[in-house]
């Protein structure tokens, strides 16, 4: 197995997370979730309903690229479910050397409000949705980023995904 990073990226709500579980089970590989890397004082500021600021994330993307780096070089298969909503946090991956694809699930603000609304369990609020959008830098000229529907169902998600990392240099 060469090790290889698919992220899954997308505002709060987006469905990252139950993309990238399906998609590590049929590439197969291991999951991550970028949320685990969170500091508890960045999840408590969250629930508390502030969004973290960029300097804020910048030791959380840090903690992942090193993480990344250390799987790859063991030779790991990694999908990692991570927002991505800024370039730099992107190019902060990109910077870390492991050939990786992104998946950017994208959708309008009122699906995704839905589907935070209906989370149980879950420390992002429904209060956060908007600054998730404004903090959101669409990645128009990336072409290492695939866009995948937030609308399509769960198996057309995949079977998209899917297809994508075919097309991943071996």
Do not use: N
Request: hydrophobic content about 50%; glycine content about 6%; cysteine-free.
């Amino acid at each position: 197995m060469s090790g290889r990073v698919v992220v899954v990226m997308g505002v709060a709500g987006s469905g990252k997370t139950t993309l990238a579980q399906a998609l590590a089970e049929a590439w197969p590989a291991t999951f991550l979730d970028a949320d685990d890397f969170h500091s508890p004082a960045a999840k408590a500021r969250m629930a508390g309903s502030y969004p973290l600021t960029d300097r804020m994330r910048a030791p959380w993307v840090r903690r992942i690229a090193l993480d990344l780096q250390r799987r790859v070089a063991a030779g790991e298969r990694v999908v990692l479910a991570f927002s991505g909503l800024r370039r730099r946090h992107r190019d902060r991956l990109r910077a870390s050397g492991v050939p990786l694809r992104f998946l950017f699930l994208q959708g309008d603000k009122a699906l995704v409000a839905a589907r935070v609304l209906a989370r149980r369990d879950h420390y992002m609020p429904v209060a956060l949705v908007d600054s998730q959008f404004a903090a959101l830098e669409e990645p128009r000229d990336e072409a290492d980023i695939f866009p995948i529907r937030m609308e399509d169902v769960p198996a057309v998600q995949l079977s998209q995904a899917l297809a994508q990392i075919g097309t991943f240099p071996a």
